[in-house]
């Protein structure tokens, strides 16, 4: 523990609370971490199926734990500002995952109740961290609207739940209907966090509605993908280059990367 990370947690909490949505778009690995910060993000957040993929696995609890978390270590050693790490459904052992995480330098989580109620892992998560003196920002992710269970009464229910056992926001992804927003943010009385994309309210919107965090999860890591797909395509069909009009310019990425200096 140094006084640096402690800081970063205190900061990572502050910025929940500041009366501003705290926007983040996800990053994948030490890169994108990179350019997301200078593009002037206050914090990282990770996302678990970007970092997956980056690895050579499918998303959804395949990435091994230690994968995971040498690419947290390596993204906290590369930025400056505070990072939160999509750790899924916390892979297996909960508490050593949390301990991990904090070991890394990171100072928030995200975690998945997959589907099913469950305060346990919660409960499990906040001593993990209470015992290594971070306090971690203990994001629990709610997946009844992401998993096409759009009842509000069980994700308010377990929202209480989660908080009880010691959470601190809420993440309710696929949630996009501004009164239901709205009603969540009422009902929870912590910081609630929805995922967005195309098609989901702005980010000045979100605020008027109370939202604390709005997330981009692995749209970003898709859209990546993407332009590779559409580069690749359009080589290998015509012998063109026009997907590759809107790429990072060389020797700015090439310097976000290069060894910091010590001061």
Do not use: C
């Amino acid at each position: 523990m140094t006084n640096s990370q402690l800081d970063q947690a205190r900061a990572l909490h502050a910025l929940h609370r500041s009366g501003r949505v705290l926007a983040l778009p996800n990053a994948w690995d030490v890169a994108s971490a990179r350019v997301v910060e200078d593009a002037g993000s206050p914090a990282v957040a990770t996302t678990s199926a970007g970092v997956a993929w980056s690895l050579g696995f499918p998303d959804g609890d395949h990435l091994a734990v230690d994968r995971a978390l040498d690419l947290v270590a390596r993204i906290v050693a590369a930025v400056d500002v505070p990072v939160t790490a999509d750790i899924e459904g916390g892979y297996g052992d909960v508490a050593a995952t949390i301990t991990g995480v904090i070991a890394a330098g990171a100072v928030g989580v995200n975690l998945e109740d997959s589907g099913t109620a469950r305060p346990e892992r919660y409960a499990t998560a906040r001593r993990a961290a209470e015992a290594t003196g971070i306090p971690l920002f203990l994001n629990a992710r709610i997946d009844t609207y992401l998993f096409g269970n759009p009842d509000f009464e069980e994700t308010v229910s377990r929202a209480h739940a989660y908080l009880a056992a010691g959470a601190d926001g809420i993440f309710v992804p696929g949630v996009a209907d501004p009164e239901v927003i709205a009603a969540l943010v009422k009902a929870i009385p912590a910081p609630v966090n929805v995922l967005v994309g195309p098609g989901s309210p702005t980010v000045d919107e979100l605020g008027a509605l109370g939202v604390a965090r709005a997330s981009l999860g692995s749209s970003v890591a898709q859209a990546a993908y993407g332009l590779a797909r559409r580069a690749a395509t359009e080589f290998l069909s015509t012998g063109g280059y026009s997907a590759l009009t809107e790429a990072e310019d060389y020797g700015r990425l090439n310097g976000l990367l290069s060894p910091k200096k010590d001061n």
